[in-house]
């Protein structure tokens, strides 16, 4: 299966709480996971991305956390912000068998309030 | 920085017209995508290419063709635009593996 997950389709969370963001996804061959995300009026845009060879990967306030047996990858942000009110999509992909093609998941809206 | 440049932003077809959507990348990528978004409904794949004069349906192709004549240039092509055709259409691009870079979007309506 090509489908990837994604939970919850939107979310409201306070000025400083932490956003979290979860994905599923059925093929074992995806070894690429990237989170995007995009403003109103802007294309996505690449926030981070993990391999499946470790477990979490963290840059500044975003990180990523992936569970390989559960086949499961989730986005935290910490300390929210209101300038992080944005779509976000998590994707997969693998180089075996997609050569570059990324599947996407439908997306959450998160917006901060201040 | 990579550059993904579409060439227009907002764009007001009719109902049969034969519409041209162009985007250029700069990085010398590989692949290049192009993608609708609408609400609710995420990215869908609508043709992808992975070289020059190659081309893949992706998710949803129908009304829909592609051009890649060159490995800069990716053209999408409505062939008779259809008000189900009125969207946000992204083009992106990548290297054989790796992240994509996508361009803005044009906003396609179709009246």
């Known amino acids: 299966q090509q489908q990837v997950k994604q939970s919850p389709q939107s979310l409201i969370v306070q000025k400083g709480g932490i956003s979290i963001i979860n994905c599923a996804y059925e093929?074992?061959?995806?070894?690429?996971f990237p989170w995007y995300q995009q403003f109103p009026g802007k294309g996505p845009a690449l926030l981070i991305a993990i391999r499946p060879d470790v477990s979490e990967k963290k840059e500044g306030r975003f990180t990523i956390s992936f569970n390989k047996s559960a086949k499961q990858f989730s986005l935290h942000i910490m300390d929210s912000q209101p300038g992080d009110s944005a779509t976000y999509f998590c994707?997969?992909?693998?180089?075996?068998?997609?050569?570059?093609?990324?599947?996407f998941g439908d997306g959450t809206t998160l917006t901060v309030k201040p | 920085d990579v550059k993904v440049t579409q060439s227009s932003r907002y764009l007001v077809k009719r109902t049969g017209e034969k519409v041209f959507l162009e985007c250029v990348q700069d990085?010398?990528?590989?692949?290049m995508f192009w993608y609708r978004q609408d609400p609710g409904l995420g990215l869908r794949l609508i043709y992808f290419?992975?070289?020059?004069?190659?081309?893949e349906k992706g998710d949803i192709p129908e009304g829909y063709s592609v051009s890649r004549e060159k490995k800069e240039r990716f053209s999408l092509i409505l062939e008779s635009a259809s008000t189900n055709q009125t969207s946000m259409y992204l083009c992106a691009s990548s290297l054989a593996v790796g992240p994509q870079h996508f361009g803005d979007g044009t906003r396609l309506s179709i009246l």
């Open positions: 994707a997969a992909s693998s180089r075996e068998t997609n050569a570059g093609k990324s599947t």
């Open positions: 093929n074992t061959a995806f070894d690429y």
């Open positions: 290419s992975y070289d020059v004069k190659m081309k």
């Open positions: 990085m010398d990528h590989e692949n």
